[in-house]
């Protein structure tokens, strides 16, 4: 007896260690993601007019950087500034989606600092999540509790089904959800960053049409002007 009682102990530690470092992996893997992809992010603080306060822009929603555009212009700093800027600031896409379908409960969108999008995933998931256990609670307190006498208890078994079917039907609708909005809500931040910084998508206007002069001395004392042009192909 005690060594069928070991045997049947020892998978069973066995599978809780490999669940244990498999969960371990995976939490480590999805900082290292976060770290990855949040390197280098954050506010910006640029001055715009001499004489005047600098303006911090970013780490917030889309409706406070509107704001900051409407109020600022930043087409007076230089091209590289500006590109610079959005490169800092834009919020990634693919991952926060990939986070959202497989944790859950809003986590991608917290890295696009969408804090309605984080509500909707944290409330949708929740509300699954409490109907399923809800529901599997009922199913096992039945089986457990009243194993000889189980067909008189019919109607509550129904009820307990009906939850977890419910439950696991919100989990999946969640999940499209929540893969929805940061794709929308990515897309869209970055396009009001773009347009709030006078830059192209395809970033066409990186070379736009220029003229420049300069002195050139010549070996016998006098001074001559070079012109230098930059005209794009496309």
């Known amino acids: ?6 045997l049947l102990i020892l998978p069973v530690l066995l599978a809780s260690s490999l669940l244990a470092v498999g969960e371990l992996l995976f939490d480590v893997a999805v900082v290292g993601l976060d770290i990855m992809v949040t390197a280098g992010k954050g506010p910006v603080t640029v ?16 409706r406070p950087m509107r704001r900051t555009f409407e109020e600022y212009d930043f087409s007076t700093l230089g091209y ?14 693919v ?3 990939v986070k959202n379908i497989t944790i859950g409960f809003g986590n991608g969108s917290v890295l696009q600092y969408d804090s309605m999008g984080a509500l909707t995933g944290a409330v949708l998931d929740g509300a699954s999540a409490l109907t399923l256990s809800v529901g599997l609670g009922i199913f096992i307190g039945l089986i457990s509790v009243h194993p000889d006498t189980f067909s008189d208890h019919l109607p509550l ?9 419910a439950g696991m039907i919100g989990l999946g609708v969640s999940r499209i959800v929540q893969a929805i909005i940061p794709a929308v809500y990515g897309l869209r931040y970055n396009k ?3 347009e709030g910084l006078g830059l192209e998508k395809d970033r066409s206007d990186a070379l736009r049409p220029a003229l420049g002069f300069a002195p ?19």
């Open 80 to 93: 590289e500034e500006r590109l610079r800027i959005y490169d800092r600031l834009s919020v990634p896409v």
């Open 216 to 234: 050139l001395p010549t070996s016998d004392g006098r001074l001559q002007w070079q012109v230098a042009a930059r005209v794009p192909l496309q």
């Open 1 to 6: 007896m005690k060594r069928l009682v070991l």
């Open 157 to 165: 078994f129904s009820v307990g089904v009906d939850l977890m079917v």
């Open 95 to 97: 991952w926060p989606i």
């Open 192 to 194: 009001i960053l773009r």
């Open 47 to 62: 001055t715009l007019d001499e004489g005047k306060d600098p303006v911090t822009i970013g780490g917030t929603g889309i």
